[in-house]
RNA sequence: GCCCUGGUAGUAUAGUCCGGUCUAGUAUAGGCGGCUGUCGCCCGCCCGACCCGGGUUCAAAUCCCGGCCAGGGCGCCA
């Protein structure tokens, strides 16, 4: 089918802003057909675009021939132009419609679409991926979208107004940074290389200077993991912060996540309410509960585990039903946290690491970090990692390294907790998991 | 990577346990026709599917084996 061009059509109004005030006057509206009633005499065409919908109306025998032609041609998803009047009804649940006087059709759609974008016919998040671009026509997929807007609007506030400048490592790397996870490599020109897992080790080296410095970006993580909550590709906040310890940089992590819950709560209640969920704002400071009080209230849910194993998920769901919102882990031993976790003076088999829990899931990590050369050159052979390999950051130290302390925080997961999705997957636009490289 | 469950029209499902009644039911989308105030419009007709390969059996959507894919869980982590 021929389309039409846009020509010198501009939109006037996005749907939402047509108004019975407007009655009489002429707009241009811009966007996709949601539904279309055909009632044989009438046909009603229900125009979507970002911000809401509109009923065109287009009456056999009133209309224009050019303009019934044009509707009779329409199928749901095409893009379209409409110049029209707006008509004050009461026929309408908006009471108002608009009366055509020229549709132009800028972009057609394949039928049978491969998934129903009104939501009456429910379809699966596999294949809702496999069509993201046309599932995102649905109101409650973009409604998590925006939600993240205002979270990193916020956040990025946040941790500028609190002196922190915003920095970007990169992502292809010439070695592990923390060991542990796998990496995906990479032929760097033929010299083998990594993506990065964290920007740690970057982060950290940059306190020396810059002071205070934050970073929002992808990483990669190459595990096997198929769960709700892993993804192959995730974004992460983290800060860095110099002359700080884990208590400090705890502040700045609680108060950034109670600032972010208040914006989305005050600002996406439209979101919120598409998502049917309402965001508690918590009351901070969070709990902070140590890893031993963590392990005593285990064992009094039956749940017995030894002193320096990490947690289990089973477990982290129990304590998740004791602690429904958020609260911090406190006091790690060392040998279970990586090796640039700071061991605390008085007691070196317990750290100065951190995680913030909200439920079960682990949202953040952080903590004190060392910086003392010779110990953190001693952290790494206890962890079995080889000094050799980290050469250049350990340069970094020998600049007048601060003591300095820090948090990564896993923006998708934050996203779930502020969306109430199950599935990490709803929360990214292309997500990239275990089995899935596309779209 | 391991464990569990599943795979039926474009989408979402019934049927699978207990093989034959399935020429595979329903809804929605799509096509055709009708309808001048719908708003999940309505009414009639039509199109369209048993993941792939092997096996058991007179007979397989249904039982068995292998593969692929998906969902959930575990480990690991953000």
Sequence with gaps: MEIDQLGDWRRTHYTIEVKPDL?????VVLGWIRDIRDLGGIRFVILEDREGTIQIT????????EVVERADSLLTQYSIGVKGTVKKTKMTPRGIEIIPHEIRILGVAEHPLP?????RTPAEIDTRLNARVLDLRRDESRAVFRVEHVALETMRTFLSENGFIEVHTPRIIASATEGGAALFSVDYFGQA????????????????GFEKVFEIGPFFR???SHTRRHLSEFISVDIEEA???STDVMKVLEELVHRV???????????LEILKYKIVVPEIPFKRLSYDTILKELE???????????????AFRTLGETHPYFYFITDWPTKSKAFYINPRTDNPEVSEGFDLMWQWVELASGGTRIHSKNLLIKRLKEQGLQPKSFQFHLEAFNYGMPPHAGWAIGLERLLMMLTGKKNIRDVVLFPRDRSRLTP
């Design 23 to 27: 009655n009489g006057k002429d707009v």
């Design 58 to 65: 287009v009456i056999r025998g009133k209309s224009s021939k």
């Design 115 to 119: 998934l129903d974008v009104t939501g």
């Design 193 to 208: 290389a990594f993506l990065a897992q964290s920007p740690q080790l970057y982060k950290e080296q940059l306190v020396v």
């Design 222 to 224: 190459a595990e096997e």
């Design 243 to 245: 002359f700080a310890t």
């Design 261 to 271: 819950c208040k914006a989305v709560a005050e600002k996406c209640h439209r979101d």
């Design 300 to 314: 009094k849910d039956g749940i017995s585990i030894p002193w320096g194993e990490d947690i289990p998920t089973p």
